[in-house]
């Protein structure tokens, strides 16, 4: 039995128009038909879940998400299989990081009971946004939960809106990139909100960004706050990097996002002739091993972009460097390809991780 209460839009896009949005869909600008909804109120608990159109919503001014930010979010897509099913990639690894972040922001966490079935019931409804499996096309799902409470004291919210959104997208980075080492900005910190999927993080990012942009990089390489030296993530995803020696090495959790596309990597290594190794890496032990060639790939990853390969590296403090020739890496490409299979059904799913929703 279904736990969202369907009410249905009066008013659904022309299939015609939908067709043409499925066909060539922008990132992020254009949204299904229905949205997935539940409120929480203390001393009540999570109520009300529905399925509605997809429209505005009313807050009061003095919500407290304005206020002091306590908003979190997640990233998943729905993948169309070529004989029409549609399916999630680790759902339940989204439900559990979800309700961390939450726990952090000291919100009211969604059970993951309520997390899957918004997936599964919103995802078969609007089954009809997710495009043909061409040109890495998908249906993006993002589930976030806002502070609704009107109140202007700094204290946790008693009251909260969980909201699922979808949207037809195609690939977000379409190019390699270059990065840029920032010397002003850092991204996370030990007991900050690294860990987190929550929109201060990423608001905060903008002005690195820009100003990797502003130096011809297409996004920005993160050090720690402390001592300037550890790598991090880059941009708003996780950083790898291979070796002359077989390994693919990423920085180790503590103040970074645990990425799901990371973990993923890092469990189908092994099947590419790669040991998966998680540390500290240092810029110097980067910059030495691109120099040397005991670093031989590097790449970005996360859900939206997948894979994305790093082809250089740019510092006020030390220059431009290039990885390898400048061109994205045979392994890299292997494991871009070995991941997108599994999701659009392509390769056998030895780890159980896609999830049919319809």
Known sequence: MPLFELHRTDHPTPEAERAAIVADPVFGKFFADHMAVADYTEGMGWHDARIIPTGDWQLHPAAAVFHYGQEIFEGL???????????????????TRFAASAERLEMAPLPQELFLAALDELVALEQAWVPLPDGERSMYLRPFEIANEPYLGVREAKNYRYGLIASPVGAYYPAPVKLWVTPNYTRAAPGGTGTAKCGGNYAASLAAANEAAAHGCGQVLYLDGAEHRWLEECGTMNFMMITAGGQLVTPA?????????????????????????ERPISIDE??????????????????????????GFDSPEHGAQVVGDGEPGEKTGRLRAHLLDIQYGRAEDRHGWMHRVA
């Open 286 to 311: 980067l910059r030495d091993g691109i120099a040397s060639g005991q670093v031989t790939e590097t790449f970005a990853c996360g859900t939206a972009a997948v894979i994305t390969p790093i082809t």
């Open 77 to 95: 897509k729905a993948y169309r299989h070529a004989d029409g099913s549609v399916w999630l990639f680790r759902p339940e690894r989204n439900a």
């Open 253 to 277: 959790l503590g103040s970074i996002l645990d990425g799901i596309t990371r973990d993923s990597l890092l469990t189908l290594a092994g099947e590419h002739g790669l040991e998966a190794v």
